[in-house]
């Protein structure tokens, strides 16, 4: 049985130094995919686009900057003081920059602490299914 926890977390997509625009972004987590966690962005109802990343990843950028390439996240205090996490992707050539009240973010993270604990995730991994998916995508 697969058990899996999202969540909507309102984002703020920054557009200017002084410009931000309120961006739904839902957070899924599943058992049956351990390591990863998607974030569909979502406007007007319906899903824009959708990021894969790992969960651990979220975890490290919470404490402190993390990750290179495509997804880098760091906390930081914004001008009022409330803990925020920077979270910045990029895809051929562009790049957006949002971020994410941290309090948020960390609850949702121990959601998907209950649903499979951290270090635990070989444990879920069903990686004939995983290896069978990807062999049959190549063909």
Not at 5 to 32: H, I, K, M, N
Not at 58 to 69: K, R, S, T, W
Not at 87 to 109: H, M, N
Request: hydrophobic share 45%; with cysteine; glycine share 8%.
């Amino acid at each position: 049985m697969v058990a899996a926890t999202t969540r909507t977390l309102e984002l703020q997509l920054l557009l200017g130094p002084d410009t931000a625009v309120p961006v739904a972004g839902r957070f899924s987590y599943r058992s049956d995919r351990p390591y990863e966690v998607r974030v569909a962005f979502v406007s007007q109802g319906r899903t824009v686009t959708t990021w894969v990343f790992s969960r651990e990843l979220l975890l490290a950028g919470l404490g402190g900057p993390a990750g290179e390439g495509n997804v880098r996240m760091r906390p930081f205090r914004d001008a009022v003081g409330l803990r925020r996490v920077h979270l910045e992707l990029r895809a051929e050539g562009s790049a957006c920059a949002l971020t994410a009240e941290a309090t948020d973010l960390a609850a949702w993270i121990r959601a998907t602490a209950e649903v499979v604990p951290p270090g635990q995730e070989s444990r879920h991994l069903d990686l004939d299914t995983h290896l069978a998916r990807l062999f049959a995508e190549r063909n």
